[in-house]
């Protein structure tokens, strides 16, 4: 008998293997999967990163072109960054030496004003606004002009009141008021380094309260990038007080600083906040030097 290889045994059982289900294994078995070229799979890698660039990189600009400058969660006692003056207080400078800002910049302070005087105003809102109130979603209230807002204009509070024959405003109510506005100017007086007794109340200076009512007037779209100084002219400092709070109270309403590349720095509403350079209840309080008070 003769020897045979061990491969020779194995090469017999592959051959017969071949009779059996009728394919010649020495001829090539035509492929059926797809051969890519390098550069097509270049062209492809090259495809999905670019495509998964288009989706991270504006989610990731969006995220970093917004920083909270203060969250409604901080207790902040008093938060302050320098910002770059306008050329517009050059001018001041030299007219009003004793209170036009000498530096600029933004103040976020949670401890000036008492969760008590911040419930008394935010009554006295209350009270004020349920007279009338615009057709659209922003209406205000101005004490010292006496202007409310009806419907689609803005009549006098007081004449309104002397129609109905009632009062509104108690001499509490007027004495908080005048309590809250010395703290904020005394706080800014320090804070920009000048004398308070310097400041005084400008116009408007008023409550507001913002509603998801859609826009009727101009007034109501009271989120339009603007500048205090460029928009009423006379402000030299601005200050908000939030009666009511951000997530809880209401939604949005936040209050954005636009900086340009830096990105922009937001504020959300804190009851008793005061930030300076609102679906929310707030007071306006616009400062102006001594020269130009009315």
Known sequence: M???????????EATAAASSDGVTR?????????????????VRVAVSVALLAALYVPAWWKSESVRTFASRDEVLAIKSETVQCSKDYVNDRRLFKDCAPQKCGRVVSDSVVTTEETDALLNLAKRGLALSHSDGGASIL???????????????????????????????????????KDKIRSLIGFQFGIRPDTLHLTHPTFFSEMTVRPAVTVHDEYWHVHVDKEQYGSFHYTSLLYLTDYNADFGGGRLVFVDGSRGNATVE?????QPWPPLLCHVSL????????V
Not at 2 to 12: C, I, L, P
Not at 146 to 163: A, D, M, P, T
Not at 286 to 293: D, I
């Open 2 to 12: 003769a020897v045979r290889k061990r491969g020779d045994t194995r090469k017999s």
């Open 26 to 42: 020495g001829a090539a078995v035509p492929s059926t999967v797809p051969v890519f070229s390098t550069r097509r799979i270049v």
């Open 142 to 180: 101005d004490l010292h002009s006496g202007s409310i807002s009806l419907g689609k204009k803005f009549v006098n509070v007081y004449k309104l009141l002397e129609q109905k024959g009632t009062t509104l405003f108690s001499d509490n109510d007027l004495k908080v008021y005048k309590q809250v």
């Open 269 to 273: 509403p804190k009851k008793g906040r």
């Open 286 to 293: 616009a400062l102006v030097c001594q020269s130009w008070a």
